[in-house]
Structures are given as C-alpha cells and as structure tokens.
C-alpha cells in the first residue's frame, strides 16, 4: 500500500494520512457482487477517470473529463457498451450522469469490472458525493462534498482503491 491508495475502513476512506467519513452501497461490501445488489465490490479497483459537471465545478485534475448533456452510463448487462459511457438517446437502461442534483458533481471511476464487462457482474462503480451522513449508495462509495473535492485535486491514474 501506498499513502496515495484509498482504503474503506469502518472509520471510512483513509488516504494521505486522513480518515475521510464515507457511505458504502445499500447491499454492504459483497466478494459477490452482481448487477443490482447495491452491494460495493471487495478487492483492489483503479481510479481509471475523472468526471466533472463544468457548469458546477472546476476541472479537480488536468485529466478531468467534463460531464456534458446527454453523457450516461450503461448499465444494461445484456447491451455492448455494459458499464461505459455512452451517449443519448440511448435505447438501453442506462444512468444519466448530468443529474438535476450534486451527486454527480465530481466523480472518480473506477475499473470495477471495466474496460471488459462480465454481464451481471455489476457495473459503475464510482466515488461521487453523499446524500447526507450515513445515506447508503446503489453500491458506489459516497463522500461530503469537500472531502471529494479534496481528494479528486490529489488522486493521479494510478491510485487504487482498497476494500477488504
């Protein structure tokens, strides 16, 4: 482990030497994760991305991407782009990451099955911001909006998220 990784421990997120109090998904942290479980998946995940709504917020890093109007997430197991960003109108279920409300503000992704899908294995599973303290997520891990932003202007390409 580095002091750049991010590890869930019951406190919550620990990174750089600081314990950032998070929520995990509705399901628990699961070694079996799958498609709909709310459940946020055990083992060592990439933060392969950054997304950002520039309308809201400043680019966190560099190598941010900017959400726009009609960017969503696929998350229909049975479809070719299963967990990847895609663009409307588009047929298959699917997540609208431009939302009416901050949750979406900043988001890190992660290589949660990803870029190679396993159909019901589940899919986007980011760090963006709480609903409030304590407020489960569909199985993301879920941080107070200036603890996010804090972490998103110091994460690089290669830093991993741990959960045991």
């Known amino acids: 482990m580095t002091p750049r990784d991010l590890v869930l421990t019951p406190l919550g997120l620990r990174v750089l030497g600081r314990v950032l109090p998070c929520s995990v998904g509705r399901g628990g942290v699961s070694n079996d994760k799958h498609e709909g479980d709310g459940a946020t998946p055990t083992g060592t995940h990439r933060i392969v991305g950054v997304l950002y709504r520039p309308d809201r917020v400043q680019a966190p890093v560099p190598w941010a991407r900017p959400i726009l109007p009609g960017d969503l997430w696929s ?41 190679e899908a396993t159909p019901g294995r589940g899919s986007a599973i980011f760090i963006h911001q709480w609903r409030r303290p304590g407020y489960p997520t569909e199985g993301c891990i879920a941080l107070r909006r200036d603890h996010l932003a804090w972490l ?11 959960v045991g």
């Open 75 to 115: 998350d229909d197991s049975g479809d070719v782009a299963y967990n990847h960003m895609v663009r409307a109108p588009y047929a298959s279920s699917h997540e609208c990451l431009r939302r009416a409300d901050p949750l979406y503000d900043i988001v890190l992704v992660t290589d949660w099955n990803w870029p």
């Open 152 to 162: 998103a202007a110091r994460i690089s390409p290669d830093t991993r998220l741990i």
